[in-house]
């Protein structure tokens, strides 16, 4: 049986594990491959708020009743303001001989706290950036929460140089659409009678002000480029304001339908989806070039 206080944690884990977070990735990419991966990761005051309610509410007593959720909150806390060996760590996760160059902890221009970390590589051919590339601490915090996650999954560039040519693959929008539905989901929506569109924008409010963001930035510049959003020397390759993509009227609409018919989700049907969706900018092709100066 599952005390008050220990509920109480429990509801507290399960909000912050997905509470509101903003994070981009920018690639600087240089004309000999080599440059620099940018990320941040900003939270919401709301998250620090709920672990100092949780941190001083819990004390001695959390400890014993609820050891592990307390070990999940301090988790919290360290997603938030990592330090230097956690980051370190992390950047092998970008690929082969990409190696951490400096970090700062601050907050953006609407009071979100959080950091800003920057890897160095030398050969863009051997990154990976993956959608689903997260802190570590973080993945440890979805794993503790009884969820799996596969950092392998989910969209992901990959490079090539030859001479002046750049060549980007991405499996962003492709994998987005296999992963636009989640049987599971689906299946618990069916069960309580309740349409998924439904409890996606019930569930939006919780996701205000997120937002999630791969960039490429060419340096010196672009004398070239298919790619279809550009502006100046930057690609953006995703980017998407969560709350709202959740309660955009054509995203609504397409789950609904994928609960009629799942034969719905086809690459070509996501992406269509994908670029009537204002809150969303996304790469829809397999493959951009990139022509340095």
Sequence with gaps: ????????????????????????????????????????????????EMVD?????????????APELMANIGMIREIVSPDKEALVADAKSYGEGVTYARHEKGSDS??????????????????????????????????????EMDLDEGGSLSFQLE?????????LASASAEEIIDEDQLAAAKEMGVKPSEAMQAAAASTEGMRAGIFLRIDPGIAETDAEHVTGNL???????????????????????????????????????????????IELSDEITVMFP
């Design 110 to 147: 609407e009071g979100w706290n959080g950091y800003t970390v920057v890897y160095q590589f030398k050969d863009v051919r051997k990154l990976t950036l993956n959608q689903n590339t997260i802190p570590a601490k973080a993945k440890e915090l979805v794993e503790a929460s009884g969820e």
């Design 53 to 65: 309610q949780m941190e001083a509410l819990g004390g001695f007593q959390a400890e014993a009743e």
């Design 1 to 48: 049986m599952i005390r008050p206080l220990a509920l109480i944690l429990v509801l507290a884990v399960a909000l912050l594990s997905t509470a509101c977070f903003r994070t981009s990735a920018v690639v600087k990419i240089k004309a000999d491959g080599s440059g620099e991966i940018t990320s941040r990761y900003y939270f919401s005051p709301q998250v620090l």
């Design 235 to 281: 690609i953006i390759m995703s980017d998407a304001e969560i709350s709202k993509v959740m309660q955009d009227p054509d995203f609504i609409a397409f789950i609904d339908k994928v609960v009629e018919d799942p034969d719905t989700v086809t690459d070509k049907a996501v992406k269509e989806l994908f670029g009537k969706i204002e809150a969303m900018t």
């Design 163 to 171: 001479g002046k040519k750049l060549t980007v693959s991405s499996t």
